[in-house]
């Protein structure tokens, strides 16, 4: 993995694994990412493994859409966030770079507040593309939206 953006800082993915010192690839992602998308929409991943990744985010005002329902936005970046871990992680504990290169969403049933919780799995593991399936659901269980995240792996 490089190292450093474009500026030449360290990116946030780097600084996480410098942070987690000698713990595995795994847990770098639990919790949140400052400095990310992922800070901002409160998003915080809860398990880690190459095949199932658990994230939460909350809802309220910073995911809402003038309606004030979860934006179906927040929903797509919690998933992609979920597809993204869990194709980064290799099953003998590595980790390689990854993008995402397209994603569909179907927003279920409207939210307004609470917790919403994403588990993605993956459908196909190749060695240039993953597709993986996430359901978010509600504090119920109830499902709010379903998404599959293809994601291309640059390493």
């Known amino acids: 993995m490089n ?8 990116t946030p993915l780097e600084r996480a694994v410098q942070a987690a010192g ?12 400052p400095g990310t998308l992922l800070e901002a929409l409160g998003i915080e991943v809860v398990e ?8 939460t985010m909350p809802v309220g005002p ?3 859409q003038p309606y004030g329902l979860l934006h179906g936005g927040a929903s ?3 998933a992609e966030t979920v597809a993204s871990v869990g194709a980064c992680l290799l099953p003998n504990g590595g980790m390689q770079r990854v993008v ?13 507040s609470g917790v919403v919780r994403a588990v993605g799995v993956p459908l196909h593991r190749g060695r240039s593309t993953q597709v993986w399936s996430i359901e978010i659901r509600d504090d119920d269980g109830r499902i ?11 390493d």
């Open 144 to 154: 709010v939206c379903v998404s599959r995240c293809t994601v291309a792996v640059l």
């Open 62 to 64: 910073a995911q809402h």
């Open 3 to 10: 190292p450093t953006d474009e500026s030449g800082s360290a």
């Open 76 to 78: 797509v970046a919690l």
């Open 100 to 112: 995402g290169l397209e994603i569909n969403a179907n927003h279920i049933r409207a939210v307004r």
């Open 48 to 55: 880690a493994r190459p095949d199932r990744v658990v994230a």
């Open 22 to 33: 000698e713990g595995t690839a795994e847990t770098v992602f639990l919790g949140s990412m």
